[in-house]
């Protein structure tokens, strides 16, 4: 998958469940990144990481948790308190923040 | 923080024809412009970009104009094509503060191309 790969491409959450998603880059890349893709709102940014260790808030960081304890893996855990989790989650990277991002493939989350 | 509006949602074309989709931005520090697109089922992957000391950048059939004292940046595809039609975003990037670095999307235009 080019060098950035998410997993799984479809996951299901059961009400009051976490569930994590996985996304992992061989790209040397710094900078990585978690999108929430609905119908016609575009991208929303969830989180956002400059290097490891380090991670900021996007527009919609509410019930969700990240971390970045390596440099080529920034898991995304959707929690119990995200009410409306059923979107398609893209994870990217890049080498400077904010510019060339190189997407995934996506992890398609629904609720049962 | 920024706020990109774009426009229109969707468009549709004759093979052969122009397209233009237009974005606008809030942040007047905002120096970085990309243009993704989003083939059906597939990830979005950069097409164009294009920085806010520069007015205008041409890669073949595509370009991108910038307009920074009106806040608004345009994409350009001439000569389109069946295989042109997919989902394309604007962004603008965040230059100070502390969202420096946050990429902001717009809500992506819908292009089919009719052959």
């Known amino acids: 998958d080019g060098g950035i790969t998410q997993s799984p491409k479809y996951l299901f959450r059961k009400e009051g469940q976490n569930v994590t998603l996985s996304c992992e880059q061989n790209?040397?890349?710094?900078?990585m990144y978690w999108y929430r893709q609905d119908p016609g709102q575009g991208l929303r940014l969830i989180y956002y990481s400059q290097i490891v260790n380090d991670f900021q808030k996007g527009d919609i960081a509410e019930g969700y948790s990240v971390s970045r304890e390596k440099k080529e893996s920034f898991p995304l855990t959707v929690t119990s308190a995200q009410k409306n989790p059923t979107a398609f989650y893209l994870c990217a990277s890049s080498i400077d923040l904010g510019e060339k991002l190189f997407f995934g493939s996506g992890t398609q989350l629904s609720v049962l | 923080g920024e706020n990109v509006e774009q426009h229109p949602s969707t468009l549709s074309v004759q093979e052969g024809d122009s397209a233009v989709i237009k974005c606008t931005y809030s942040?007047?520090?905002?120096?970085?412009f990309p243009w993704y697109k989003q083939e059906l089922g597939k990830r979005p992957q950069l097409i164009i970009d294009i920085r806010s000391n520069v007015g205008e950048k041409k890669d073949q059939r595509i370009a991108v104009t910038l307009n920074k004292t009106a806040k608004h940046f345009s994409l350009h595809i001439t000569e389109t094509q069946p295989e042109d039609s997919a989902v394309y975003f604007c962004?603008?990037?965040?230059?100070?503060?502390?969202?420096?670095?946050?990429?902001?999307f717009g809500q992506g235009t819908i292009l089919t191309v009719h052959p």
């Open positions: 962004a603008a990037i965040e230059a100070g503060g502390t969202s420096y670095g946050k990429l902001t």
């Open positions: 790209l040397n890349h710094d900078a």
């Open positions: 942040d007047s520090a905002s120096n970085y």
